[in-house]
């Protein structure tokens, strides 16, 4: 399983930025902040976030496309179109999530269905 320290690590190693020039453009003094992130002792708040994505020159999507990955991951879901969907759905309109929770609770009662 692969981390959302872990993930942003790559995006700024990718980058050519080294940890102490990243803690630098956030305003901190040593790398501590950044490696300890990385090392996935804490997830920053979204504030924070929002920086970082500056930071490294990506959009806050990506960011929390990070972050929604590596929960999807930590849930142990492995399958691509799961992961996509669950990735999609906090981008989706209200009605639209409503309606993927209607077909998800009809499926699943057919389901229960079958099985007797």
Do not use: C
Not at 16 to 27: F, N, T, V
């Amino acid at each position: 399983m692969v981390t959302f320290g872990q993930k942003l690590k790559k995006i700024r190693e990718e980058k050519g930025i080294s940890q102490q020039e990243l803690a630098e453009r956030l305003g901190h003094k040593t790398n501590s902040y950044i490696a300890e992130v990385e090392k996935g002792k804490f997830i920053p708040k979204e504030e924070k976030l929002r920086k970082i994505a500056k930071a490294l020159d990506i959009s806050f999507y990506q960011i929390k496309d990070l972050l929604i990955e590596s929960k999807i991951e930590e849930l142990g879901i492995k399958e691509k179109a799961l992961q996509e969907l669950f990735k999609d759905i906090p981008k989706l309109p209200k009605s639209e999530k409503k309606k993927i929770i209607e077909v998800y609770l009809k499926v699943k009662e057919n389901l229960k269905r079958w099985k007797k």
